[in-house]
């Protein structure tokens, strides 16, 4: 089955024009096994939802709850990710997409946001939790790799205003042996169904997912 694995939806990510409703609803449409909902988990869009970590935590979970009650009823799993956003002197922006989380994970490790590139993927590590760095060769917005040893894979971005870097991503990848996945980055309700990576079908469930990486680290992907 297909699974975006970078998903967006607007009442987190205000850059996305797509509710939780109509997501379901057009990956539903496309054919999909399963989505996983990595909205942004970053300082800048937490502090819009409000000025303490317990306003921010409850309106990222509110929204993945909403996604998940509409995926349950159309019989479309909506799994939990998210795509966490830090900082370096470096790179004021470094996003990395998390897998395998559940809802206690993210209230037990409260302003993500906060953490250096290391200290994120310690806790991912000790909570067997995949960490991913989005779109690495993202230079038109000033993304680059960063450092693969706190990491354990990377993304083929299918986002249509950008460029894949396909061949750049799979070097990166092959050289420092990480893990592959395949998105869409969807925001607008076009993208649905342009980009996926493939799994057998009983893989809908975050837990499963990491699993099934661990063991096929180079798993199918596909794109329009």
Not at 85 to 94: C, H, L, Q, R
Not at 192 to 220: C, K, M, N, W
Request: proline share 6%.
């Amino acid at each position: 089955m297909k699974i975006d694995t970078h998903t967006h939806t607007s009442g987190v990510s205000f850059c996305s024009e797509v509710t939780p409703v109509e997501f379901v609803e057009k990956y539903r449409a496309a054919g999909y096994g399963a989505v996983f909902l990595t909205n942004h988990y970053s300082r800048l869009y937490m502090f819009r939802y409000g000025d303490t970590w317990e306003k921010q935590i409850k309106i990222y979970l509110d929204e993945y709850r909403k996604a998940k009650e509409a995926g349950d009823a159309a019989g479309l799993p909506v799994l939990l990710g998210a795509e966490v956003a830090i900082s370096t002197p470096e790179s004021p922006y470094i996003e990395f997409l998390l897998y395998g989380i559940d809802e206690q994970f993210l209230l037990d490790n409260p302003r993500l946001y906060d953490k250096s590139q290391a200290e994120l993927y310690k806790i991912c590590h000790d909570n067997n939790v995949l960490m991913f760095q989005s779109h690495p060769f993202r230079d038109e917005q000033g993304h680059f790799p960063q450092d693969p040893e706190f990491m354990d894979g990377t993304e083929i971005n299918c986002h249509p205003y950008f460029l894949r870097h396909e061949e750049q991503v799979r070097a990166f990848a092959d050289k420092h042996n990480l893990m592959l996945v395949c998105g869409s980055d969807f925001h607008y309700p076009y993208q649905a169904g342009i980009a996926a990576t493939v799994v057998p079908d009983d893989i809908a469930s975050p837990q499963r997912f990491v699993r099934y990486l661990r063991e096929h680290p180079r798993p199918q992907i596909w794109y329009k």
